[in-house]
């Protein structure tokens, strides 16, 4: 009964290459995310997903670009692989509007650019 | 800007003793929550505790307490009865809840508990 899952665990590619990674939650939330966790563990928001809308973009390189099927999912797809997004990417959802409630977390996908 | 901030990027605790993990913000906004994560080494990322910014009494979950102090702007983590199992990088974090940010958390650097027998 996982509630956020992605695929996949790991990914191991060469620079240049494009690549995603899957998403999906079946907590019926509304609001989804993408973390990226780097080298020295600290994570920061890229994006953010409410109802298949995109909410936040921060700052992140155009090479990567969400998807979002609908609101149980949300992809990342990454063009062009450069060797600094080497790193743990962790999708994450929520139901917005209710204030006390965490954020689940996926297991992570831990992505090594050679 | 918002900001979270953990001064302890290691600590070492003894068996079955309490210890208490640092976690200091930064917000103007007057809404918010404050969240413990835990991470193994596994990966993860674990649910520990929330605090709500309006909240009069201190989280406490089990093991895990939270020590919100408003006007320090602080939120400690408190584990009573430390075990083996504990040893992870803990993660302070911050939710603005109104706005556009939608939810999103500002993390703290972390700081990587052992506990040793």
């Known amino acids: 009964d996982t509630a956020v899952s992605q695929t996949p665990k790991y990914l191991v590619t060469q620079m240049g290459n494009d690549k995603s990674i899957k998403c999906e939650q079946n907590l019926g939330h509304d609001t989804m995310y993408w973390y990226k966790q780097d080298s020295k563990k600290f994570l920061k928001i890229m994006f953010s997903y409410n109802n298949k809308e995109l909410i936040i973009n921060e700052t992140v390189p155009n090479r990567f670009s969400p998807k979002s099927p609908d609101k149980a999912h949300l992809n990342l797809h990454i063009n062009s692989l450069e060797l600094g997004d080497s790193a743990v990417y962790f999708c994450?959802?929520?139901?917005?509007?209710?204030?006390?409630?965490?954020?689940?977390f996926g297991p992570g996908t831990r992505l090594t650019v050679l | 800007a918002q900001k979270i901030t953990q001064t302890q990027p290691g600590m070492f605790v003894q068996e079955k003793e309490a210890v208490t993990l640092d976690c200091t913000y930064d917000?103007?906004?007057?809404?918010?929550?404050l969240f413990w994560y835990k991470q193994p080494s596994s990966g993860e990322m674990i649910f520990l505790i929330y605090?709500?910014?309006?909240?009069?009494q201190n989280a406490t979950e089990g093991r895990y307490s939270l020590n919100f102090q408003k006007a320090r702007k602080s939120a400690n983590l408190v584990i009573s009865a430390s075990q083996l199992g504990d040893s992870a990088m803990y993660f302070c974090?911050?939710?603005?809840?109104?706005?556009?940010?939608?939810?999103?958390?500002?993390f703290g650097r972390g700081t990587q508990l052992t506990v040793w027998p």
């Open positions: 917000t103007s906004d007057p809404s918010y929550g």
């Open positions: 974090a911050m939710r603005i809840d109104r706005g556009s940010t939608l939810g999103r958390l500002y």
């Open positions: 605090q709500g910014s309006y909240d009069q």
């Open positions: 994450a959802s929520r139901q917005s509007g209710v204030s006390g409630n965490e954020q689940f």
